[in-house]
């Protein structure tokens, strides 16, 4: 850069700097004194200096373009608006899920049956009798409103409900185990999501892991050998995250109990991602029930609330009555314990579970998993309709494709659900761009980019997504033009 014109930059810049309106003068534009009335005004404040800031950044930052940068009170605003809006944004909020994943677990894994929702609302807005026996008048249990469901649905003696399936693991190894042994396979060594292991979760419980057999292969014999008077419990974890296959085998349940009996030992059984329906009707094999478990005659069953149950956030702890009421008199249960909203959310999940028919109709997991291919094809059709009669063809191509969905949240891993997609690309706008831009919307859409194409299964669209995906690439296309 010439000595004349880097003096001319610099005056510029000086003189930008010095036209930077303050803060009090923007509290006193119009657009600035509405937003006082509906926002917090040290969150208006806070947003009008990063604005300014901002502007300031882009003058010293890019001499060269600081003629282009607005400084118009009406654009700023604008701008301040905006910041104001994202600053008073949630953090955790509503997504559009056309991943074709059901129980996601980055987007919240199983959706609440209305049932569930209405409860929660009724419960929230009253007092209610969550530790209270209302026909003894006195202190009561609030583990008692999901205990007798769960024991009627499954046949098992007795239930606990507890925050989540690890931390129902931990509590039943810390109150059986704790300090003495716990025999499992070493093929069933699982990791679960968040890097959390069986094996850290059963050395936090206080309990001895001793580990049997081999990766892919475990029989009776090697349990047998590896039990002793320091033996606690025979454990037997459910792979429901993933497969091994090949040169294979592994011990039954009821192998397991039948040892159990001759050395007096309880057997345990983490199922993970428990079920109370059978879903090889619909295509899927290999993941055992919740009631096949307990007829089995596991002492000891856990799995979670909120996976393919269907239902909030918790881990549920069922079996044999002496060994649950030892479970709920140890301390960490408190620490463990479960609110009014999630018994209230799963109380109502499990009332539908006593007709089937009722709970593939009205819980969203069950359902997206029933959900016929013939209606997926009509409204994948429907959608591209949709799509291109919104939004101008030179700006995006929509197309209907085969393709597969997933269970999801570690459930039934390597099996695929048959199901149709929406594909949208253009020339105009790279497809990780566009996908970047769904997601920064608001509602964010969150989709699958394969084959440089956005893909949304619309397994996993709720009633009102098909809108607002619309509405998001009719603003897309009319940005182009």
């Given at each position: 850069m010439d000595e004349p014109s880097a003096h001319i930059d610099r005056s510029l810049v000086q003189d930008l700097l010095r036209r930077l309106p303050g803060v009090d003068a923007l509290l006193l534009h119009p657009t600035i004194t509405q937003a006082l009335e509906q926002h917090p005004r040290k969150l208006v404040i806070e947003s009008i200096r990063q604005v300014i800031e901002a502007r300031r950044k882009r003058i010293l930052e890019n001499p060269g373009e600081a003629a282009q940068i607005s400084l118009a009170l009406d654009d700023l605003a604008a701008h301040i608006l905006e910041r104001v809006s994202d600053l008073s944004d949630f953090t955790l909020k509503t997504v559009v899920n056309a991943t074709g994943i059901i129980v996601h677990t980055n987007l919240g894994r199983s959706l609440l049956t209305e049932e569930a929702v209405q409860r929660l609302q009724a419960l929230c807005r009253s007092y209610n009798n969550l530790e209270y026996d209302i026909q003894r008048g006195q202190r009561g249990s609030r583990y008692v409103h999901a205990e007798c469901?769960?024991?009627?649905?499954?046949?098992?003696?007795?239930?606990?409900?507890?925050?989540?399936?690890?931390?129902?693991?931990?509590?039943?190894?810390?109150?059986?185990?704790?300090?003495?042994?716990?025999?499992?396979?070493?093929?069933?060594?699982?990791?679960?999501?968040?890097?959390?292991?069986?094996?850290?979760?059963?050395?936090?419980?206080?309990?001895?892991?001793?580990?049997?057999?081999?990766?892919?292969?475990?029989?009776?014999?090697?349990?047998?050998?590896?039990?002793?008077?320091?033996?606690?419990?025979?454990?037997?974890?459910?792979?429901?995250?993933?497969?091994?296959?090949?040169?294979?085998?592994?011990?039954?349940?009821?192998?397991?109990?039948a040892l159990g009996k001759k050395h007096g030992l309880p057997v345990v059984e983490d199922l993970g991602s428990g079920s109370f329906l059978d879903f090889s009707p619909y295509g899927l094999r290999g993941e055992p029930t919740v009631q096949e478990t307990v007829r089995a005659g596991a002492d000891v069953v856990t799995f979670s609330g909120d996976k393919l149950l269907g239902g909030p956030q918790a881990g549920i702890i069922i079996g044999k009555q002496d060994l649950i009421a030892r479970c709920r008199k140890n301390p960490l249960t408190r620490a463990l314990r479960v609110d009014k909203m999630t018994l209230a959310a799963l109380e109502a999940t499990l009332q539908l579970y006593r007709d089937e028919r009722f709970a593939i109709e009205r819980i969203p997991t069950l359902r997206m998993i029933a959900a016929p291919l013939s209606s997926l094809e009509a409204r994948a059709g429907n959608l591209v309709r949709m799509l291109r009669s919104a939004v101008p063809s030179q700006s995006f191509h929509f197309d209907l494709q085969p393709g597969f969905s997933q269970v999801g949240g570690g459930s039934l891993p390597a099996q695929d659900l048959h199901t149709w997609l929406v594909a949208a690309h253009s020339e105009h706008i790279g497809t990780s761009r566009l996908e970047a831009a769904l997601r920064r919307g608001r509602p964010p859409i969150i989709g699958r980019i394969e084959s440089d194409r956005l893909l949304m299964d619309v397994r996993t669209l709720q009633p009102g997504d098909d809108e607002i995906i619309r509405e998001a690439f009719a603003a897309l296309g009319a940005g182009m033009n």
């Open positions: 469901l769960l024991c009627e649905l499954t046949g098992a003696e007795a239930a606990l409900v507890v925050n989540n399936n690890a931390g129902a693991v931990l509590l039943v190894l810390n109150t059986l185990a704790s300090g003495r042994e716990v025999v499992v396979s070493r093929g069933q060594l699982v990791e679960i999501g968040g890097s959390f292991r069986i094996p850290d979760v059963m050395r936090a419980s206080g309990a001895i892991l001793r580990d049997v057999g081999c990766t892919n292969r475990t029989h009776p014999r090697d349990y047998e050998e590896a039990i002793n008077e320091e033996t606690a419990i025979l454990m037997k974890v459910h792979t429901s995250n993933y497969r091994i296959v090949g040169f294979t085998a592994e011990v039954s349940l009821a192998d397991l109990v």
